[in-house]
């Protein structure tokens, strides 16, 4: 089966993107890629056609293991492959042992292309074991970027997959992000262990999509207006989870906007649940206007947004040229626009750059009295994982909320904890009283029953915490405190908060690199620079701007931005 035959066969499509086929056959020749390709050129078509290619010649390098960290993202790409008759499976936090054990046993022994799994999996010896066994062919590693110290959303778990190519040994990676500067390519490549240097590419820009800065010192009203203008799906980004929710509800009772206008508003302190309803109204057009965090918008496929605005200035290029290049992706005409409050912006993100790197002494600080919260002793508490509540850690411990979230993910970088925001993290159960012994504690119907259950339900409920469905029951969720409030089971309930991961037992002193911690501030005040440069010039083309930021230094100018062509009285009438 030749790769054209696979797109066709099993895609539909009678041929390829610019770059696609170029980066088929470096996979296909054995070849470490890394392909840098701008959101919505067709990434994914780069590892599935050459997987169900080589599947068809080797039966037994049939397999590709898919590394992400978007769990949205996976379920849909698993839902679109079966749904195309195409095995797959996805295997990632939250699942039960059982279920991500049926999920290895048919990429192992049934007709499976595609394992997602999310890059915190490749930390679990018993998931290596068992990668080991399987028919591996290729290794797909999404968001290349967040493996680059020097990227914008560094991901200390990326760095577990070079030493799962050791288990892999001749098995090519071909490594996918679609923003990259020149130093994160290279650190890409030396941190996935490339045998050489290998790097296709297509150009960042976009025909389509005209970028815009526009100044004002009412950004709510000017998002009013611009939606009122610009018809279509659109998305407004925001600093913080309260302007979200304040915004959204303005442009709601918003008289410009009021009649046309069904806005709601998406943030990571959302519920699972809450967040996937809003993404699919929007997605399906029910809801026009999504006003969001950062948090809204990877792993999303909506050709038809019109316009991206962004209410506050990102912290770097690299999120900015991401986040607007959601609009346009269907090739028609699209508009990034960006809000500039010159005086208040520059003053803010002089703030962000204390706020994101407090001082040492102060992160120091943080470590310890989060370890006294969490009740740690020195030497102790490698491996366990704990619920973490800021809020109340910040009012004992006395800390400011902002730099105590940005001292831990410092901690994280640095190798002693692993520290997660925000997310909603399944019930869990383990029981602690041998089966013969449960006689003895006179239990009442429900409770024997609930525990008959689980027993029956889940093989490894004895030996380790199981996710477990059952609690989502308020009468079940009763009948586990009482269990665990007598010492039979180890009960955690549903949260939607941060979570601690101990990666390193307690230590009396702690080291932060005087190079690497300031090296790392300084390129985030770079960073922070140059997102403000590009809104402060009004000489050079935006996008010429943007592409040189990227390595594009020969770029033409667009023709269509603010600073080539006045196209406000044309596009958003003032």
Request: charged share 25%.
């Amino acid at each position: 089966m030749t790769p054209r035959e696979a797109l066709h066969t099993y895609f539909g499509y009678d041929d390829f993107r610019p770059l696609q086929s170029e980066i088929i056959a470096s996979v296909l020749e054995g070849k470490d890629t890394l392909a840098l390709m701008p959101t919505g050129g067709g990434k994914s078509i780069c590892f599935q056609v050459p997987t169900l290619v080589i599947g068809h010649d080797n039966p037994e390098k049939r397999l590709c293991i898919v590394i992400t960290p978007l769990i949205a993202l996976m379920r849909d790409q698993v839902a679109n492959l079966q749904a195309r008759g195409i095995h797959a499976a996805a295997v990632y936090t939250g699942m039960s042992w059982d279920k991500q054990r049926v999920a290895l046993d048919n990429c192992l022994y049934g007709p499976y292309h595609f394992l997602y799994c999310s890059p915190e999996r490749l930390e679990s010896e018993e998931f290596r074991k068992r990668l080991s066994e399987l028919p591996v062919g290729l290794i797909a590693v999404d968001e290349a970027h967040c493996i680059s110290q020097w990227g914008y959303d560094f991901r200390p778990s990326y760095l577990k997959i070079v030493e799962v190519r050791d288990l892999l040994p001749g098995v090519p990676v071909l490594a996918l992000t679609a923003t990259a500067t020149p130093e994160t390519i290279d650190d890409i490549q030396a941190k996935l262990g490339f045998k050489e240097k290998n790097v296709l590419r297509k150009s960042f820009r976009r025909e389509n999509l005209t970028y815009i800065v526009r100044r004002t010192e009412k950004k709510a009203e000017q998002v009013a207006h611009i939606l009122s203008k610009v018809p279509g799906s659109a998305i407004v980004y925001v600093r913080n989870r309260k302007r979200a929710q304040e915004l959204a509800e303005w442009l709601s009772a918003n008289p410009l906007t009021t009649n046309q206008l069904t806005v709601n508003f998406y943030h990571a302190g959302l519920t699972t649940k809450e967040r996937n309803e809003r993404q699919e109204a929007w997605t399906r057009g029910d809801t026009r206007v999504i006003v969001a965090t950062n948090a809204f918008g990877m792993g999303i496929d909506k050709p038809d947004v019109r316009v991206v605005i962004h209410y506050d200035l990102p912290s770097h290029l690299e999120s900015y040229y991401q986040e607007a290049g959601r609009a346009g992706r269907d090739g028609q005409t699209a508009y990034a626009v960006l809000l500039y409050n010159e005086q208040e912006d520059k003053a803010k993100l002089k703030k962000r750059a204390v706020d994101t790197y407090p001082p040492k002494e102060f992160v120091e600080s943080v470590y310890h009295k989060t370890m006294d919260f969490l009740q740690i002793g020195a030497g102790s508490g490698l491996g366990h994982r704990f619920a973490l509540h800021i809020d109340q850690l910040c009012h004992v411990m006395k800390l400011p909320v902002i730099q105590t979230y940005s001292a831990l993910h410092i901690l994280t970088q640095a190798g002693y904890i692993d520290f997660e925001e925000e997310h909603e993290t399944r019930p869990r159960v383990q029981i602690l009283v041998p089966r013969h012994q449960l006689g003895d504690y006179n239990l009442s119907f429900e409770q024997a029953e609930l525990l008959d259950i689980l027993m029956r339900s889940y093989t490894g409920i004895y030996t380790d915490l199981q996710y477990v469905r059952e609690a989502d029951k308020d009468e079940t969720h009763q009948l586990l405190v009482s269990l665990a409030q007598r010492g039979i089971i180890t009960y955690i309930p549903r949260s939607v908060g941060c979570s601690l991961t101990m990666t390193n037992e307690r230590q009396t002193e702690i080291y932060l690199s005087p190079v690497i911690f300031e090296e790392r501030q300084q390129r985030f005040i770079n960073k922070l620079q140059a997102m403000l440069e590009y809104a402060d010039q009004t000489q050079f083309c935006r996008e010429q701007v943007l592409l040189a930021y990227f390595g594009e230094t020969n770029a033409v100018t667009c023709g269509h931005c603010d600073v080539c062509r006045d196209l406000t009285h044309r596009i958003i009438a003032e």
